[in-house]
């Protein structure tokens, strides 16, 4: 006799709001959402209850689906149910999982990747929300935490069978914790039974390939009539790429697009002016460290340090995707090229706060600086817009680098190193221009290259005088260029260590 699948009993019965069938696979489930009227149903026993009807998910054209299954740490499991949830950076996917085992777990989405989770007892009451400050440390279960997001959110919409069912549109409390190692540990606080504590999830990074995902969306079978839409500011048409893009520019009017809703939503847009020309252009592929990548997005952001609004400095971020390795930011700053990604846990700093470990080495503190985003092209998985500014502090190791970026109701890291300008002109095909990628992480002259001393000194003092001949000049443009406006000498700017605006959490 054939071994079912899954322990667990399937119960079926009729939606009470139009008698179509609606199926229960996992014990842990008490809500479902009919998939023919979209009403909410609770379970209670055998009996289904109709408590109301339930907006539509947003198509997002992600390439998971209802139903599609999968394996993890030896268990094969079942997407059952999604949640949409909307805070004020965007919105985000937490996809319920029904486990082999009877168990439920959580795939949601994380920095344009996927964190896997399972629920957490905590061994003590936990306190409100307002109490976790954003940055600040705490221990659960005898573990130190870094408190990385506090927000307001709200369920939009949701569709298959669930565990739990917030209000839609009720806006409650969720709050995000992050350890060195690399966890994620959420508290949901949203609506629960009197005296009953808020859910507690512990999770970790996952890519799609190494979950063994079956019965994924064909993305060739797609309405492709979805993915395009007319620029609510000029009308041009604009063709939406990615499955996770929550804003996209328009490559006529270069106006900045909100997709957070879906683009069958009212799109919201705002105007940029002067559009940046790009050294590497959107659509570009290229392979860096042996993956093959798509430049989809682009920002020019600024940064000061605190107290100094004199001095200015400037840099680039290119994000680059790959269908299963998700995304990652290749930076280019006034000291180099560098290729980071978003950390799934965050670093612990010392208590002088000039050092960070993260996964067992430590990092010493380079640069503190305020940032902001001035200028943005392409398709990005957060709600990016212009203006955006956040409080950065740069770590290295070495060419390993550790980025932080603090907003008001969250603080993100960014990990990677530094690469040579040879390797971005090698992989992107532009040999032909790679003086123009040259940083200031290049020497102009090599002291094994053979050339005497006296050569030498003569090329340093021609560099002097031109660089006070260029000091008295104002010509550069802070949009187009990485540059300083101050004449006190050469900066190296912080930003080379990557980072973006928005996007933490699980969004």
């Known amino acids: 006799m054939a071994q079912e699948e899954s322990p667990q009993r399937a119960y079926r019965a009729a939606c009470p709001g139009c008698g179509a069938p609606v199926l229960f696979r996992s014990a842990q489930s008490t809500h479902a959402v009919c998939s023919y009227c979209s009403s909410t149903v609770v379970r209670d026993g055998d009996t289904l209850s109709r408590i109301g009807k339930m907006a539509d998910v947003f198509k997002d054209y992600s390439t998971l689906q209802l139903m599609a299954s999968g394996r993890w740490n030896n268990t094969g499991f079942t997407l059952v149910g999604r949640l949409q949830f909307r805070y004020d950076g965007g919105t985000w996917n937490e996809w319920e999982a029904a486990l082999d085992d009877g168990t439920s777990a959580v795939l949601s989405e994380d920095n344009g990747a996927f964190v896997f989770s399972t629920a957490l007892r905590p061994q003590r009451d936990l306190p409100s929300a307002e109490h976790f400050r954003v940055g600040a440390t705490t221990a659960i279960n005898g573990k130190p935490y870094?408190?990385?997001?506090?927000a307001q959110v709200?369920?939009?919409?949701?569709?298959?069978?669930?565990?739990?069912?917030?209000?839609?549109?009720?806006?409650?409390a969720m709050v995000e914790l992050r350890s060195d190692g690399g966890e994620v540990l959420g508290i949901d606080y949203g609506?629960?039974?009197?005296?009953?504590?808020?859910?507690?999830s512990l999770g970790r990074a996952v890519n799609l390939?190494?979950?063994?995902?079956?019965?994924?969306?064909d993305g060739s079978a797609r309405d492709d009539t979805g993915q395009q839409f007319d620029c609510p500011n000029c009308g041009a048409p604009v063709q939406v790429a990615l499955a996770s893009?929550?804003?996209i520019t328009c490559r006529s009017c270069s106006s900045i697009i909100d997709l957070s809703q879906g683009t069958g939503a009212a799109l919201r847009h705002a105007l940029?002016?002067?559009?940046?020309?790009?050294?590497?252009?959107l659509?570009?592929?290229?392979?860096?460290q042996g993956v093959p990548w798509q430049v989809v997005g682009f920002q020019h952001r600024m940064g000061h340090e605190p107290g100094d609004s004199d001095e200015h400095f400037g840099w680039s971020e290119y994000l680059l995707y790959n269908q299963t390795k998700g995304f990652t930011f290749l930076v280019d700053a006034e000291d180099g090229w560098s290729l980071v990604k978003p950390a799934t846990g965050a670093p612990t700093l010392d208590a002088t706060e000039q050092n960070a470990t993260y996964l067992g080495s430590r990092y010493a503190l380079k640069y503190s600086y305020n940032a902001e985003t001035t200028y943005v092209a392409g398709e990005f998985y957060w709600q990016v817009e212009r203006g955006q500014k956040t409080f950065n502090r740069d770590f290295a190791k070495g060419k390993s680098l550790l980025s932080m970026e603090r907003a008001k109701t969250e603080v993100t890291w960014s990990i990677g190193s530094q690469i040579d300008h040879h390797t971005v002109a090698t992989a992107f095909k532009m040999t032909d221009k790679a003086n123009l990628l040259q940083r200031a992480d290049a020497a102009p002259v090599s002291f094994k290259s053979g050339l005497s001393v006296g050569t030498i000194v003569v090329i340093f003092v021609v560099l002097l005088v031109l660089s006070a001949v260029l000091s008295r000049c104002d010509q550069c443009d802070p949009k187009?260029?990485?540059c300083s406006s101050t004449s006190s000498g050469y900066r190296s700017s912080g930003g080379s260590y990557g980072g973006y605006s928005g996007g933490g959490g699980h969004k």
């Open 146 to 150: 870094t408190v990385a997001s506090n």
């Open 245 to 247: 893009s929550k804003s």
């Open 283 to 288: 659509g570009t592929q290229g392979q860096l």
């Open 191 to 200: 609506p629960t039974l009197a005296g009953q504590p808020p859910e507690v």
């Open 154 to 172: 709200t369920l939009m919409a949701a569709e298959g069978e669930l565990p739990h069912l917030p209000p839609l549109g009720a806006p409650f």
């Open 209 to 217: 390939d190494d979950l063994q995902l079956k019965g994924l969306r």
């Open 272 to 281: 940029q002016d002067e559009p940046v020309q790009l050294l590497i252009p």
């Open 480 to 482: 187009v260029e990485n």
